[in-house]
């Protein structure tokens, strides 16, 4: 029987490691030793790993995620999927770079992690790391997170949880996949269809802020984020809402921001749900200073988007409508037909 060529690629993060004889936790010496704990992969796959580094994922930012996503590219037609195992604190941005960098997919690219240490009892690492080269065996085209119970689509992972290994939640869509007594996945996942030819488009422009509205939060704050970036996303309340009573209105930094040919994005602070910049005043407000709405996308998916975006244009306008545009399941479809600037 045919056993599928997957190449493993190892980041670093708490799934790479390992308790030393002093009891504090340090990364695993080589891939091979961490894939000899999950011997039971050799039954159904052909696995080759290289390491792309050791880094707790806080460390990784946008250059690691060109360089993840450009390996994939090299090797894109020697392997028949991708497996990556990852720390969890920062895998939804990378999973959401490598779903806009990667697109057309014809193969799957699996990210996994864990919350316990692979050689420390009660690790949820074996566990997931077997799970993501099922699925990266499996007919699934798409960047995904496979973590505990679930089968994420890449850009709308979040890590919801610092303390249960079902870590990762589905925002805003259902999980693509579910992992039980076998694997069922849903019908709303990207299978692999011959002749389809993957889309690199490696572009990143890493200075994008991020600004959560809180009750006092100053328009000058606001005004240095957008004078030291190239564009911001602002996560206000509710369905986008921002201030406007205040004398230095923050409004009035968006508006002069966007004068000046930069975007804001305007997001929701809330975990699920979409902007509806319409529904009050103080979301109409923003909205007519230039935001452009984040409608249902998570707030790691807007950032890397916005960087992603601004990496290939500084135009206003194409900035705006590729933000609204949905290029790998970011943005609901309803959404994306109804919502407007
Ligand atoms: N700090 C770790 C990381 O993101 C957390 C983990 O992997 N569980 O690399």
């Known amino acids: 029987m045919y056993r599928p060529k997957i190449l493993h690629i190892a980041t670093g993060g708490t799934i790479a490691m390992a308790k030393g004889e002093d009891g504090s936790l340090a990364p695993i010496e080589s891939n091979e030793d961490l894939l000899k704990m999950v011997p039971e992969i050799d039954g159904f796959a052909q696995v080759h790993t290289i390491r792309l580094s050791s880094f707790d994922s806080a460390d990784l930012s946008p250059p690691f995620w060109l360089d993840l996503a450009r390996v994939i590219h090299e090797e894109y037609e020697n392997y028949d999927g991708f497996v990556?195992?990852?720390?969890?604190?920062?895998?939804?941005?990378?999973?959401?770079?490598?779903s806009y960098i990667l697109q057309e997919l014809d193969k799957?690219?699996?990210?996994?992690?864990s919350q316990i240490a692979i050689g420390v009892i009660g690790s949820d690492g074996k566990r997931n790391l077997v799970n993501a080269f099922r699925v990266a065996t499996s007919d699934i085209a798409e960047v995904m997170v496979v973590f505990g119970s679930k089968i994420i689509r890449g850009v709308r992972a979040r890590k919801i949880s610092a303390f249960?290994?079902?870590?990762?939640?589905?925002i805003n869509e259902n999980a693509i996949g579910e992992i039980g007594l076998q694997l069922r996945f849903s019908k709303s996942r990207a299978t692999r269809r011959a002749g389809r030819r993957l889309l690199y488009t490696p572009a990143m422009e890493p200075s994008?802020?991020?600004?959560?509205?809180?009750?006092g939060l100053r328009g000058e704050v606001l005004e240095y984020m957008v004078d030291h970036h190239e564009g911001v996303i602002l996560l206000g309340y509710g369905t986008g809402n921002i201030p406007v009573r205040e004398e230095d209105s923050l409004v009035s930094v968006v508006k002069a921001a966007t004068q000046k040919g930069k975007p804001v994005v305007v997001g929701t602070q809330c975990v699920l749900g979409s902007t509806n910049l319409s529904l009050y005043k103080v979301g109409k407000n923003v909205m007519n200073a230039g935001a452009i709405p984040s409608v249902d996308m998570t707030p790691e998916a807007a950032l890397v988007k916005l960087m992603w975006v601004l990496g290939q244009t500084k135009d206003l306008s194409r900035v705006e409508s590729m933000m609204m545009?949905?290029?790998?399941g970011e943005i609901s479809k309803q959404l994306e037909l109804t919502c407007h600037v």
């Open 108 to 113: 799957p690219v699996v990210l996994t992690g």
């Open 84 to 98: 990556v195992s990852h720390g969890t604190d920062t895998m939804a941005y990378s999973a959401a770079a490598l």
């Open 164 to 170: 249960s290994l079902e870590a990762f939640e589905s």
């Open 208 to 215: 994008v802020g991020l600004v959560t509205i809180h009750p």
């Open 325 to 328: 545009k949905s290029y790998c």
